[in-house]
């Protein structure tokens, strides 16, 4: 078989080292995403039993605020939703990842690299939306 | 599919093309998130400055929100700055083919998750005392 001489000499290896630190890193992967489903589960707890209560309370504290309580619980859900979606890649990074260095299966650590990258997409995305959104609400309250 | 390691090496196989591209995509996005972490601690210590100065007039009053401001902006500096090393030691070494490069790289990977990790135990720790202290209080003046 003719070599490709576009590609290194030398490939980079998943060796011991680095596959000790994935293991440790999927560790703590997984820990973190338990948690976020766990508190999922409460907040989602919260919203279905409390739900009437806390719009209430919203309406008699802030009445400006009286008709958009369908509002604010919709974004609560979408809020639950990106936060179980990137706890499940989370998840997956850290299982597959695992696996794949256990089983030296190329296909299953790959699985879970993709599940990192699309984790830190989602994540990027947010944090870039937080931050416009923090510095539009500080541009305005300093315009009061 | 098994890769091209022998049975008694456990740990080596290698980085095929599509880990590379993998790998490259989560260091860019990971740089992103690193960056906008740098900015919003940034902005989150200036708005509370300005915000305490403003309203006020006594500025001892103001200390303890901007110190409070400034500790978790430290703490998101440093978080942050793992996720920088992961991303930029992840995407030297895939240019470089620097294998001590991409080993540190998966190791600043791990320190992030665990320092996530240890972030949440602390909160959920301090969480829970406080709601032993409120179930004591409640009970003690019921």
């Known amino acids: ?144 | 599919m098994n890769t091209n390691a022998s049975p008694g090496d456990f740990f080596s196989f290698g980085i095929d093309a599509h880990s590379r591209e993998l790998l490259k995509n989560s260091a860019i996005w990971a740089k992103i998130i690193a960056v906008v972490g740098f900015i919003s601690a940034g902005v989150s210590v200036l708005t509370t400055v300005i915000n305490k100065l403003a309203v006020n007039a006594n500025i001892f009053a103001a200390i303890g929100p901007i110190t409070g401001s400034l500790i978790i902006a430290a703490i998101t500096v440093s978080l942050n700055l793992f996720l920088l090393r992961f991303a930029s030691n992840i995407s030297d070494s895939l240019s470089n083919m620097n294998q001590q490069q991409f080993n540190s790289g998966a190791s600043n990977l791990r320190i992030y998750f665990k320092f996530i990790g240890i972030l949440v135990i602390i909160f959920l720790s301090l969480f829970l005392l406080a709601m032993l202290f409120f179930i004591m209080g409640t009970g003690l003046s019921g």
Do not use: C
Not at chain 1, 31 to 58: D, E, G, H, K, P
């Open chain 1, 1 to 144: 078989m003719e070599r490709n001489f576009d590609e290194p000499l030398f490939d980079l290896q998943v060796d011991r080292e680095a596959g000790n630190h994935f293991r440790e890193s999927s560790k703590w992967a997984k820990f973190l995403s338990v948690v976020s489903f766990i508190a999922i589960a409460i907040v989602l707890l919260v919203l279905i039993f409390a739900a009437t209560a806390m719009t209430r309370a919203l309406e008699e504290f802030r009445p400006e605020f009286a008709g958009a309580s369908g509002f604010f619980v919709a974004v609560a859900i979408v809020g639950v939703l990106i936060v179980f979606f990137t706890s499940y890649l989370l998840f997956r990074f850290a299982t597959l990842t695992k696996q794949g260095i256990e089983r030296q299966d190329q296909i299953i650590f790959n699985k879970g690299l993709l599940a990192l990258k699309n984790y830190f997409m989602i994540y990027g995305v947010v944090t870039m939306l937080t931050l416009i959104l923090t510095i539009i609400s500080a541009v305005t309250n300093f315009g009061k």
